[in-house]
């Protein structure tokens, strides 16, 4: 090709960025929508505030097909071995949102059934709070966690020796 | 016929299931010893009250009455519009009465409620198992002396950790 | 020779989880089936994966801090959860209410009851395979959730009412706005029902399934659009009137069937009927205060008092904090009303403390949902998500 041709038609960057940007533009999330924080889950895929706007449009409620797990709602003890079997069940690579303050930290529910936050047995990437979060807020979930993916090395994903 | 009628007619037929029949708020709250509900209901219900709305229970402890638990029926009556309170008392140390779900089978699940929360025992249920908390949990959690933060069950599943070297969170 | 002797085929009966987990369960609802080929021939509903233990969070919140707690129950409607709560504890206490109160009460409720029943048609046409209708639905709440936040701040956990009134009025100009939604609400749901109502594949998957009668109705406790389908004319509104229903002209719809297909048809009916209702209540609203504060202690007095004045300051410490103010007479009530599912009630045991005894909420979704293992049996298992949206299963409000 004449060398006039390759400056506006190629750009040069390096692995990293490449799938970092391949990540978080088209992270498929799995909603967990348990409660009230499902309904308004469900509102941000409607057409007001719309998610497939950040290339999260494909929910797949199949853990196999989905790279994002969000909490949505109150988590009880007898729904916890569920949630964790799915989490489980998910490929790496997979990250996950708290959604709403019972996901977070039980929320107003402080009883005997309640798990006092979703973080205490599964890794949790982003919180977002609120009691449901406006979808505004989930949203602004949503781009603190593609500027997360966006700053992972390849190598964090490198197996730490077992003992 | 009118509530108050029937009230008196049921005291008449079974004096010594009928402990008391009170009012407040414009309603009546007729209370009976446990063990005699079944015949009580049956007699209501052909009285014209053929609608079960509610099935529930109150732990006595700190409030008094005749006994510790109480299980209270609210009954409709579509044709008159009248509505009843049915009161059944039963004593802690031995917390069973017969079931009324050969009358309604609305009874069914709202037993089973009464069970796993208060750990009443229907006589003649089909199916007396846990409905709300998970088989294998110990307690009866509406009971007053449970405590509200439980013992412990909501902390007790294993923490997935991830076998990479990844920070958890850059900020 | 042998003769080769003809044995039928043996079929084994698959046992199907249908999970927790499930985009066709309409939040966490559990269902153990056992097929024979595609019939159902046993199904074993099983609940509980959200019980959150509201009932032993009712004995130690307050009278007014439970109202909060009440609008995550049936949270698709959380007005009608709050107005029912309110109407219990005031009828437990002996406090009357404001007109003005009661009509914007209506106004709230019938508001919610659209919203309910624009999603509830529109999950059971998304599970069927019709996704239009979704999402008319889906925009037009879009816009109600407008109209609750002008009116109480937030979209879905509204905690409007308090014991003896409101929280707050409703603004200038809210009629007009109201006006225009429903303007609205009618135009979408006439297209809703040109789209499914004489739809052949429609009409295939919902006429004749899951058909309850009569007498099962009144035995397995159903109440609502659900009784309603079934021939049973019974509406809380017209027969047992609470907050001034009886000042308000409409029908009622009841339909003779009992299957999936009436049941949608009595929830398009009931949207229109509560448009009625709005208008009639937006013409007719007298003006007034909307909280009555009889001196017990239960409602907050305005802030410019507590702000500038030493009896409002002292006042407002008398009902919140935890040892004082708020005593109402030993006793009980239960208080029926009609909300989008049914029968919601609330149980209120008072001892005379700050908190309730015991507060139990009547749940409709539970109570409507113990019919389902009846109704499966002999129908194939594509009709199961048909039969779960017809019943309207809300997990908050039946597990509690």
Not at chain 1, 66 to 77: F, P, Q, T, Y
Not at chain 2, 107 to 112: L, V
Not at chain 3, 190 to 216: A, C, V
């Amino acid at each position: 090709m004449h060398s006039d041709d390759i400056k506006p038609n190629v750009l040069t960057t390096t692995l990293e960025s490449a799938v970092n940007w391949g990540r978080k533009n088209s992270l498929w999330p799995m909603p967990f929508g348990t409660a009230c924080c499902g309904i308004e889950f469900m509102a941000v895929l409607a057409a007001r505030t719309d998610v497939s706007r950040f290339g999260a449009e494909a929910i797949r409620f199949s853990p196999r097909q989905s790279d994002l797990l969000i909490v949505a709602g109150r988590i009880s003890i007898k729904m916890m071995p569920v949630l964790i079997r799915i989490y489980e069940q998910m490929p790496e690579p997979k990250w996950v949102i708290s959604m709403g303050a019972c996901a977070s930290t039980g929320g107003v529910f402080d009883t005997y059934s309640v798990i006092q936050g979703v973080d205490q047995f599964i890794p949790v990437d982003v919180y977002v709070p609120g009691c449901p979060p406006r979808p505004e807020g989930v949203v602004e979930g949503l781009i603190k966690l593609q500027d997360l993916v966006g700053k992972e090395k390849l190598s964090d994903y490198s197996l730490t020796p077992t003992k | 016929m009118p509530t108050a009628t029937i009230l008196s007619k049921i005291k008449e037929r079974f004096p010594g299931a009928v402990l008391d029949i009170t009012e407040f708020a414009d309603e009546h709250i007729l209370h009976v010893q446990g063990q005699d509900i079944l015949l009580v209901l049956t007699e209501l219900k052909v009285d014209g009250f053929n609608f079960l709305a509610d099935l529930t229970a109150i732990d006595n402890l700190n409030l008094g009455g005749f006994e510790r638990f109480a299980v209270s029926y609210h009954l409709l009556s579509h044709k008159t519009t009248e509505r009843l309170t049915v009161k059944a008392y039963i004593p802690e140390e031995k917390p069973s009465l017969p079931s009324v779900e050969s009358l309604w089978k609305t009874a069914d699940w709202q037993e089973r409620e009464v069970f796993d929360l208060y750990g009443i025992k229907f006589e003649g249920h089909p199916n007396l198992i846990r409905i709300m908390n998970p088989d294998d949990f110990d307690g009866y959690p509406l009971r007053k002396d449970y405590p509200r933060l439980g013992r412990k069950e909501r902390s007790d599943f294993p923490v997935i950790k991830r076998p990479f070297k990844k920070e958890k969170r850059t900020e | 020779m042998t003769r080769v002797t003809e044995q039928p085929l043996e079929t084994d009966k698959m046992v199907l989880n249908f999970g927790p987990h499930h985009p066709a369960t309409h939040g966490t609802l559990r269902i153990i089936m056992e097929l024979e080929g595609e019939t159902v021939t046993k199904a074993t509903p099983e609940i509980g994966y959200l019980h959150s233990g509201f009932e032993k969070l009712g004995e130690d919140l307050d009278f007014n801090q439970y109202i909060t707690i009440t609008d995550r129950m049936n949270y698709l409607s959380p007005l009608c959860n709050n107005v029912a709560y309110a109407l219990a504890a005031e009828k437990l206490i002996g406090i009357e209410v404001s007109k003005r109160t009661e009509y914007i009460r209506v106004l709230m409720c019938e508001l919610s009851r659209i919203a309910d029943h624009l999603l509830n048609v529109g999950m059971l046409a998304v599970d069927l395979g019709a996704m239009t209708a979704f999402l008319y639905g889906f925009r037009l709440r879009e816009d109600i959730y407008d109209l609750f936040e002008i009116a109480t701040g937030t979209r879905l956990t509204t905690s409007y009412t308090l014991v003896g009134g409101l929280m707050r009025d409703i603004p200038e100009g809210y009629d007009k706005a109201v006006i225009k939604v429903l303007n609205e609400v009618a135009e979408v749901a006439n297209d809703i029902e040109t789209l499914l109502n004489k739809n052949r594949i429609w009409q295939n998957r919902t006429k004749n399934i899951g058909i309850i009668s009569k007498d099962d109705a009144i035995s397995y406790g159903i109440s609502g659009p659900m009784a309603r389908a079934s021939g049973i004319e019974w509406d809380i509104r017209v027969n047992e009137p609470y907050s001034r229903y009886d000042d308000f002209d409409f029908d009622v719809a009841i339909a003779l069937n009992g299957d999936v297909f009436d049941r949608y048809l009595v929830r398009m009916e009931e949207i229109r009927q509560s448009i009625k209702i709005c208008r009639q209540s937006l013409e007719k609203m007298p003006a007034g205060d909307v909280i009555v504060d009889p001196g017990l202690g239960y409602s907050l007095p305005p802030k410019d008092e507590v702000y500038n004045s030493i009896e409002g300051l002292i006042y407002h410490f008398e009902v919140t904090m935890p040892n004082r103010g708020m005593t109402p007479p030993v006793g009980e009530a239960y208080v029926p009303t009609e909300s989008p599912n049914g029968e919601l009630g609330f149980y209120i045991v008072s001892n005379g403390n700050r908190t309730p005894y015991r507060v139990r909420t009547r749940p409709p979704s539970l109570i409507n949902y113990s019919i389902f293992s009846k109704l499966i049996e002999g129908h194939m298992l594509s009709d199961a998500p048909a039969i779960i949206g017809s019943i309207n299963v809300i997990a908050g409000e039946l597990d509690r």
